[in-house]
């Protein structure tokens, strides 16, 4: 496969390569572990145990973070007191189902866009990927005032209109330039033997596209799930999610720590599991098409 | 036949677009201009429970409806929350209390309020941030009080059964013949310290500063620039600063520039008629004059030795530092004493603390001939109703409010979890009273005697209750906070405070 | 609509319209409508409410007003010195960003062993949400229990104060924030735009005896212009209009230090509840933000492959 020769060639590794490649990567998973980690064992300690920093300069006194005694308190406040169960299974429900319409709609309309000779199509892209740029707080306000018309509003329906508005954008930008890095001679070379238009679309165009468009839908579902402001705003109290549960547990007699602790874990989990089981089409995907000639 | 087709298409496309835009011009123009209210659905349950009211149970009139209480998450609200089965009982009206912070209950509740809905029944009605923007969108509940057909509490709701004048300050805005919320919770700033310490540092601080070392009502800023400077020296090693602000950005920032403003010669930014009242455009602001510009420059000395996250703590900041050891002193909220003397949350706890007014103004700091003062203010949380409701529904909610400020309530919150009651009755109550005494079993009622003292003239500073008053407290507080982190001179401060504020309401 | 002809077909009729509109056509309708639906009214009102005052109490109908909101913007200092900061945050975050995601992906290029597991690993911050984020610097970087504080502290940095509570450090506090959030994606990217590149051209350059440095700037780069594009857009139009962590660690103090065009839009839609303004404000920021994307989109197209 082209990337194996690509990394025979590039790899011709010197030793000092190596050792720098690794320090590098280290330091980096370093700092990009040690919140998380912070954030992980803050979660099972008491809030005061979590507060006990040692003294300025105390370097052997960072062991102290591992004296402790594990409670999940934190955890059980949160479901019991705070009621977080019924937050997760809203995110889920709402940025799964929003990915899902922005993802299908996007990639029909994406090879629409596509393949169809279009005058204005540059500029229909362009519009396209703009209505993403909008100020959240500025569409927030009139999408508001529409969803209580409607009756939609505070319901998991209504937050999932909502996510679609910007998901949607963002599905058919994307999906297009995967599409447009296919060839189109394929395509019209089986036309031409006698497919459908759907035969092509289903059977050739989307395969081929397939890890962009889960790339699509793995991104989709992540700025939804990880999403405050439409859902504080639009979601209101039927249709709430974790990050907006998180903000509440800052309170105005003091910020529950722990439970904000244990929150992020809650909320971190499912994306990594998703990025894990995904990541290969992932990274594929954002290579925009395997097809190269 | 083709260009038939054209054409066909081509009108079908034109008439497709003018009726798209035409369509949206009349949408947008709707909701513009005040859309009609279109919710019809709990008003019916109301509707229907109210036909069957039994004689003489004017509590159940409204069985069987829902109201929503979007509330900021303090004490009170938590508290009412354990109690909601008693209401139901008695009323038969389901409530669904939310809390969050005050700024989204802000966002929240103002985007319900100004759409014309009707999600939120009930609102917290801050005095300030929210009170001043959204009066007119609450009911008048003046009909409900004078109504016979509603239930009230025995004491009823004239001015005097409230702390004082709290009703003007929760109730009426700008001159207009109504009440729209009802005093619900009090947090009044007064000052907690570190009386174990003071004693023990007493001889220490009396040779270096020539005077006791003790906390009284005539305790100045100045005196307050003292103990800072005592307790930040390490080796008072049990704090490690003397005093700490409040901070916040926008609220409680505004809160704390104010008190030592006022303190000296009872300066405010604006004239008004009724400070407690407010009115709707104050004119042109006095930022600029003489005793301004000293006080700007007094208070840059009192930011500069106070512990540094003074201008950036949020809500709990300054209390949990107070908890644990970090400042020896703070103005506080009189709803925090339960936190601070919390064994489980605080070192300061078991008889440690003191309360006592807010500072003095300092006499020599006054050039402008008014009085130094305990200046005291406050954010009084009141509870209002939505006034896009049906009269059946307002009439429902007025059964919670009722409930909720009610003498019994209140004391009977106070009693168990800490609560701050808004009724003289409940404050001057024999119990309560016994209770500001160590040791006692209520700690907020600690607080009560200096509160008592605070909330009338001289002292107290309700204002300005004007309908700008977000914008003013964001610029008063990114201006006056850039001359506290020295990033311009107090001067200059008060000409770009003068030129903004007068530019926000049209001067 | 096909026509199984075995003989074949004329790929003219892959564009045949039918009912005005091609396949192509038909399937674009769904989602062109629904985005229609739900975001062009959006659009719609900002404009129209951006030329009105809205009422500040009930019974009053909203004030035609032209242009005065955007004059007033013009006027209002916090406005004007909120493009500065967020000048400041956008273009250091994503400078920082895009080198260091761009190292990262170079090293992540070169792992023989375990880059899959590495990768995952890099990955990790990007999946929370800002909001989270945003709460895991508060604790971080607090000045009584955070570790980085203590770390700061510890190593003479910091010698006493706050960080998010000291005016000179509180955007870096975010802007470090933002890096550690969002660096991993551009890592991504910048890592699949490199297993892109054709080999053959990067065998040509070698045997040409191009150093490594001259090979990257002649042949990696060009090749990666449409990776380079799609992430720093990405990139930019979230870090336009993304507030969450600036909203929970700082709500754009101290003394506005953090208050960029984006936060205060906040405040003046949701605290002050200046919606005409509110709207206005946010058409211009939109107005920015899309003029910077195109401007940034045809300076890569010039330079090359571009989509």
């Excluded at chain 1, 997760?88 to 799964?96: A, D, M, N, Q, R």
């Excluded at chain 1, 639009?234 to 439970?259: D, N």
Aim: net charge neutral; proline share 5%; aromatic share 12%.
């Amino acid at each position: 496969m082209a990337a194996n020769s690509q990394e025979t060639i590039l790899k011709k590794r010197t030793p000092i390569g190596t050792i720098i490649t690794v320090v590098v990567l280290v330091i980096w998973i370093v700092w990009t572990l040690s919140p998380l980690f912070i954030t992980a064992i803050s979660c099972i300690k008491t809030t005061r145990e979590a507060f006990e920093t040692p003294e300025y300069g105390d370097w052997k006194g960072v062991l102290n973070i591992f004296r402790f005694k594990p409670t999940f308190i934190h955890f059980e406040t949160l479901f019991k007191i705070e009621g977080f169960g019924p937050y997760i299974w809203h995110g889920l429900v709402c940025s799964l189902s929003s990915a899902i319409i922005a993802v299908v709609l996007g990639t029909l309309g994406a090879y629409g866009l596509s393949r169809g000779k279009f005058k204005q199509e540059a500029n229909i892209s362009f519009w396209i990927i703009s209505t993403r740029m909008a100020p959240a707080v500025v569409v927030i306000v009139p999408l508001y005032y529409i969803f209580r018309r409607f009756g939609i509003l505070a319901t998991i329906p209504g937050l999932i209109v909502a996510y679609t508005t910007f998901n949607l954008p963002f599905s058919l930008w994307l999906i297009k330039g995967f599409f447009d890095d296919i060839p189109v001679e394929i395509e019209e070379a089986a036309f031409v033997d006698g497919d459908t238009h759907w035969d092509v679309f289903r059977k050739i165009a989307v395969p081929l596209a397939a890890p962009g468009i889960v790339a699509s839908f793995v991104l989709c579902v992540l700025i939804s799930w990880n999403d405050f402001l439409f859902a504080a705003v639009i979601g209101g109290h039927a249709a709430k999610t974790v990050p907006v549960g998180i903000t509440e547990l800052r309170t105005t007699v003091e910020v529950l720590w722990g439970p904000i602790n244990a929150a992020t874990i809650i909320l971190i989990i499912p994306m990594i599991a998703l990025g894990v089981l995904i990541r290969k089409y992932l990274i594929q995907g954002l290579t925009m098409g395997a097809v190269r000639e | 036949m083709f260009r038939e087709k054209m054409s066909r298409r081509q009108f079908l496309r034109t008439a497709g677009k003018a009726a798209l835009g035409g369509g949206m011009l009349y949408a947008v123009g709707g909701l513009v201009s005040k859309p009609r209210f279109l919710w019809a659905g709990k008003d019916k349950a109301a509707k229907e429970a109210a036909k069957k009211v039994p004689e003489g149970d004017i509590w159940r009139q409204y069985a069987g409806s829902k109201l929503v209480f979007m509330s900021e998450n303090t004490p009170p609200t938590s508290a009412a929350k354990e109690y909601l089965q008693e209401f139901y009982d008695l009323t038969g009206i389901e409530v669904d209390i939310r809390q969050d912070v005050l700024s989204t209950v802000q966002e929240k509740c103002g985007i319900d309020l100004k759409g014309g809905s009707t999600a939120y029944h009930l609102n917290y009605a801050q005095d300030k941030p929210m009170g001043t923007m959204f009066a007119d969108y609450w009911a008048d509940m003046t009909p409900f009080i004078e109504d016979d057909t509603l239930p009230k509490d025995p004491e009823g709701y004239d001015d005097d059964v409230w702390g004082h004048r709290w009703l003007d300050v929760c109730g009426r805005f700008y001159g207009e013949d109504k009440i729209v919320s009802i005093p619900y919770d009090n947090a009044v700033a007064v000052m907690f310290y570190r009386k174990d310490l003071f004693e023990k540092y007493s001889k220490d601080f009396e040779k270096d500063f020539g005077y006791p070392l003790e906390y009284t009502d005539d305790t100045t800023w100045k005196n307050i620039i003292d103990f800072m400077k005592f307790f930040n020296s390490s080796k008072r090693s049990e704090v490690e600063y003397g005093f700490g602000f409040q901070g916040l950005e926008g609220w409680a920032g505004q809160l704390d520039f104010q008190r030592p403003i006022f303190a000296h010669g009872q300066w405010q930014e604006w004239e008004m008629e009724d400070h407690f009242i407010g009115v709707r455009n104050p004119g042109p602001c006095n930022w600029g004059d003489d005793q301004s510009i000293m006080t700007l420059t007094k208070m840059k000395d009192l930011y500069a030795l106070a512990h540094p996250e003074s201008l950036s703590w949020d809500w709990s900041g300054v209390n949990n530092a107070f908890q644990t050891g970090k400042v020896a002193m703070c103005v506080n909220y009189g709803e925090f004493a339960a936190s601070a003397e919390d064994p489980d949350q605080s070192v300061a706890a078991g008889g440690k603390i003191g309360y006592g007014m807010d500072p003095k103004g300092e006499p020599s700091w006054i050039i402008n001939g008014g009085p130094a003062v305990n200046a005291t203010n406050y954010g009084l949380g009141g509870i209002a109703i939505n006034g896009n409701l049906s009269e059946d529904m307002q009439r429902a909610s007025w059964m919670f409010v009722a409930w909720v400020t009610s003498a019994a309530l209140q004391k009977t919150v106070l009693k168990k979890l800490g609560g701050t009651p808004t009724r003289m009755s409940v404050l001057t109550d024999p119990e309560v009273v016994a209770a500001a005494k160590r040791p006692t079993t209520m700690p907020n009622a600690m607080t009560y005697p200096p509160i008592l003292k605070a909330i009338v003239a001289p002292h107290v500073v309700p204002g300005p209750k004007i309908p700008k008053w977000n914008e003013y407290a964001t610029i008063q507080c990114i201006e006056i906070g850039k001359c506290m982190h020295g990033r311009q001179g107090p001067e200059e401060t008060t000409k770009i405070l003068k030129r903004k504020l007068d530019q926000i309401h049209g001067v | 609509m096909s026509n199984n002809n075995t003989s074949g077909r004329e790929l003219s009729v892959l564009h045949r319209r039918r009912h005005g509109l091609s396949f192509y056509g038909w399937v674009l309708i769904p989602a062109v409508f629904l985005l229609l639906l739900i975001t062009v009214y959006p659009f719609f009102w900002m404009i129209v409410m951006s030329l009105f005052k809205v009422a500040i109490r009930p019974g009053v109908k909203n004030e035609f007003v032209g242009f005065a909101n955007y004059v007033g913007l013009a006027k209002d200092s916090l406005f004007i010195h909120g493009w500065v900061i967020q000048a400041k945050y956008v273009g250091i975050s994503m400078a920082i960003e895009f080198i260091l995601g761009f190292s990262i992906a170079l090293f992540l290029n070169n792992l023989k062993r375990g880059a899959n597991v590495v990768t995952t690993v890099v990955l990790v911050p990007m999946m929370l949400a800002p909001v989270a984020v945003g709460f895991l610097y508060l604790y971080l970087f607090n000045s009584s229990f955070g570790w980085y504080y203590w770390f700061l502290r510890s190593i003479g940095i910091l010698k006493q104060g706050s960080i998010l509570g000291d005016m000179r450090w509180a955007l870096a506090a975010i802007i470090i924030a933002d890096v550690w959030e969002w660096t991993p994606f551009l890592a991504l990217v910048f890592l699949a735009g490199l297993k892109k590149v054709p080999l053959d051209q990067l065998e040509a350059a070698k045997c040409d005896g191009a150093p490594p440095v001259r090979r990257f700037i002649d042949v990696v780069l060009p090749n990666m212009t449409s990776v380079i594009v799609i992430g720093v857009l990405i990139r930019f139009m979230d870090i336009m209009r993304y507030i969450d962590k600036i909203f929970v660690m700082t709500t754009g103090g101290p003394a506005g230090a953090t208050k960029t065009v984006s936060y205060y839009l906040f405040d003046v839609a949701f605290r002050f509840f200046e919606l005409g303004r509110g709207a206005a404000h946010g058409f211009v920021l939109l107005l920015v933000t899309i003029f910077v994307a195109l401007t940034f989109v045809n300076v890569m197209k010039r330079k090359g492959v571009e989509r």
